[in-house]
């Protein structure tokens, strides 16, 4: 814009020189005198003046651009910085040295070793800024941002070489997350003394040798086939503890139904004894026994004994046969026997 201005303003005084100079030529055609000097001098000056703002005012205007600086050189040396605008200057005397203070952005790729000796191929982007208020240190140490930038790529290949080589190249695709913020820290640490502040560094991708990614995965494979047959061994021991648990669960409720058996089996046995004890105690009783009533805790009573006192054993012994009569007459059906006893020779015949 301010050439422009510039040219134009050289144009219009250069239009009015050689106006003029036309002027004083046709005025000395028409015979004029003295008053003829005088307009050449006004013509030199006019145009002298024109060549003068034609040089100071347009090459004397700088622009720093928004997200620029300045560094303003006097005679060759750094003095001040200008922030963004438009700037007069001295064409003569002083320089602009325009520093860009936006985002800055390395891409570069890295040939680097493991721990274990695995070459690898590492690409590494890295965003910085330049400080405003150093911008003139900047200036008397690197010159120009550019080199500074090759300072600053070479510095982060340097560190990034360092974490690469820390570990192996299996730990190093196991700890993939946390390897951009180690390589980070170290290159801020780095750089502290670059008049930068560094907005991002990322290890974007680690690409190894054909035979060692072979290598991985046939590891992964193996990996794979271990994890699948501890899956299906631990499988297995569930399904053994399951059915385990079933047989012995089944293993109890048979046993719990035997002796539920078994005690039914008693109880039953108990009652039969019992009432074969009482038929007993009133066999004895028909047949002339004396029973003796035993009471329990509440008076009533518990249970009963045949006193045998004096009693001989064919007594006893009726009682037996007693039970065998009463135990018949329970199963008969109340139809006669078609034979009888002859009574003499002990046999028995048809009736």
Do not use: C
């Not at 046993?255 to 039953?268: L, N, Q, R, S, Y």
Request: charged share 25%; net charge negative; glycine share 6%.
């Amino acid at each position: 814009m301010a050439t422009i201005l510039g040219i134009l303003f050289f144009a219009a005084m250069a239009g009015s020189a050689v106006f003029l100079t036309v002027k004083i030529f046709s005025a000395r055609k028409r015979g004029a005198g003295k008053s003829n000097k005088r307009q050449y001098f006004i013509a030199g000056g006019a145009f002298l003046i024109g060549l003068l703002l034609f040089v100071f005012i347009p090459f004397g205007l700088k622009t720093v651009e928004t997200g620029e600086i300045a560094v303003v050189q006097v005679f060759g040396k750094s003095v001040r910085t200008e922030s963004a605008g438009i700037h007069m200057t001295n064409v003569i005397s002083t320089k602009y040295l325009i520093y860009d203070l936006k985002n800055q952005q390395i891409d570069t790729e890295i040939d680097a070793y493991s721990k274990d000796a695995q070459s690898m191929t590492a690409s590494l982007t890295l965003q910085f800024k330049i400080k405003a208020e150093n911008v003139i240190d900047i200036n008397r140490q690197y010159g120009s941002l550019e080199v500074l930038s090759n300072r600053i790529r070479a510095i982060s290949e340097e560190r990034t070489k360092v974490v690469l080589s820390s570990d192996s190249a299996m730990d190093l695709i196991a700890k993939r997350s946390s390897l951009s913020m180690n390589v980070e820290n170290l290159i801020r640490e780095a750089t502290e003394k670059y008049f930068i502040d560094v907005t991002l560094v990322a290890v974007t991708d680690i690409t190894f040798s054909t035979a060692f990614e072979q290598t991985v995965e046939q590891k992964m494979i193996a990996e794979q086939q271990i994890a699948k047959a501890e899956y299906e061994k631990q499988q297995a021991v569930i399904k053994a503890q399951q059915d385990l648990e079933v047989a012995k669960l089944k293993a109890e409720q048979d046993i719990a139904k035997a002796k539920g058996e078994a005690d039914a089996a008693i109880e039953t046995a108990k009652g039969a004894a019992k009432a074969l004890k009482l038929k007993s105690v009133e066999a004895a009783r028909m047949l002339g026994f004396t029973i003796v009533e035993i009471t329990g805790e509440n008076g009533a009573a518990a249970d009963y004994e045949i006193d045998m006192t004096g009693k001989s054993a064919e007594e006893v012994a009726l009682i037996g046969e007693y039970l065998k009569y009463i135990a018949y007459l329970e199963t008969w059906d109340g139809k006669l026997p078609e034979v009888v006893s002859d009574g003499d020779l002990g046999i028995i015949l048809p009736r």
